[in-house]
């Protein structure tokens, strides 16, 4: 048998965590043959709860689970780690402004990345699901500067698995039918689901999903509407955030990176920016990617009309502004 590999959550005591953890222990990630260390890290006051969840997961006796730690200490949580979900965040609360919220955020990821720095395998692949994902996934990255910046990410996979199912919905096929979907940009309201480059296999034949849809003002109203405000649909009706659907969409996307993306199609994930499509440099911005051992490689040449331009840009100008934010809040 392999090596263990060492994971660690953070947030491990919330709502994503409790379905996170059990698929990530049964091997849907890392795969079946592979054992597990779990380092779990969550705040002082949640190790109560922590060590609920620590008992659960010892009760599913899953053989791949080798070792199980609960932590408080950052300094425990990342030593050694492989792979990381950085699921803890500071939620917003009533009456917070979201300047004190990225405030707040900052802290925790400039503490999480000092420690990273410290102790993680250089090689550690990261995904920040806690929001604003992809402005803490940046100040992790900088305060983890000998670490690669491709090996952090931000999760839109949620987002692109939405975008999926409301397509395969309306065509009336099996999500798996629909593919290359893309999420460009910020994961807020402001991101652009874009099916141009989409594909559906409808009775037998692969065609564009524009061309299988044939009713463009869906496609760039109620479609991209209905996915943008997905996350708060979800509120209203559960009074909680999405968290199955958002633990299975970080399962994916760290898959994904491990094992690799096939057949020509790609996934969305937020990466830091290389210039790709005029997206301003350093930003960390979903693009569509592939990827091939463990080497993520945004997919170029794409053709870009003027409605998704606009649309690129708006989420772009977003992710700048939360960035300066950010960073003004970084007093070093
Ligand atoms: N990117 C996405 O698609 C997506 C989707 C859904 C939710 N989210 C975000 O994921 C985050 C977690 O959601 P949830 O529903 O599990 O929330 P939750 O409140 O149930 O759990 C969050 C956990 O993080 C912990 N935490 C807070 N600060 C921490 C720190 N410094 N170190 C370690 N742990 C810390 C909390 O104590 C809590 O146990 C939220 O920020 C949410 O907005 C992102």
Redesign the pocket.
């Known amino acids: 048998m392999a090596e263990p590999l060492r994971v660690v959550v953070?947030?491990?005591?919330?709502?994503?965590?409790y379905s996170l953890l059990f698929s990530v222990a049964k091997g849907d990630v890392f795969g079946k043959d592979q054992p597990l260390e779990l380092l779990l890290?969550?705040?002082t006051?949640?190790m109560e709860?922590l060590n609920g969840v620590v008992m659960e997961l010892m009760d599913c006796a899953i053989p791949l689970v080798k070792n199980l730690v609960a932590t408080d200490d950052?300094n425990v949580a990342f030593k050694d780690v492989d792979a990381a979900f950085m699921?803890?965040?500071?939620?917003r609360k009533e009456g917070m402004e979201r300047k004190d919220l990225l405030k707040a955020n900052v802290k925790?990821f400039k503490?999480?990345g000092q420690a990273m720095e410290k102790l993680a395998k250089k090689s550690v692949k990261v995904v920040v699901?806690?929001?604003p994902?992809n402005t803490n996934a940046c100040i992790l990255s900088k305060y983890a500067p000998s670490i690669p910046k491709e090996n952090f990410s931000?999760?839109?996979?949620?987002?692109q698995n939405r975008a999926q199912a409301q397509i395969a919905a309306k065509l009336n096929v099996s999500t798996e039918k629909v593919s290359n979907i893309i999420i460009w940009g910020n994961?807020s309201s402001t991101q652009f689901p874009d099916v141009a480059h989409a594909k559906a296999e409808v009775q037998g034949k692969v065609v564009t999903v524009p061309e299988a849809v044939q009713d463009d003002n869906f496609l760039k109203n109620e479609f991209i509407k209905t996915v943008q405000q997905r996350?708060a649909a979800v509120i209203k009706a559960r009074k909680?955030?999405?968290?199955m659907s958002?633990a299975k969409?970080a399962c994916d996307h760290m898959r994904d990176w491990f094992i690799g993306t096939k057949g020509g199609n790609w996934v969305s994930m937020g990466v830091i920016s290389d210039g790709s499509y005029g997206i301003k440099e350093g930003l960390m911005y979903s693009f569509p990617v592939t990827i091939e051992n463990k080497k993520i490689t945004i997919v170029q040449g794409l053709s870009i009309n003027e409605f998704a331009r606009e649309k690129m840009d708006a989420t772009a100008k977003e992710l700048e502004q939360e960035l300066s934010d950010a960073l003004a809040e970084c007093v070093d």
């Open positions: 953070t947030g491990a005591a919330g709502q994503i965590a890290l969550d705040i006051p949640m709860v950052p699921v803890g965040a500071m939620p925790i503490a999480q699901v806690g929001n994902a931000c999760m839109t996979r949620l987002d994961h996350g909680l955030s999405s968290a958002a969409a």
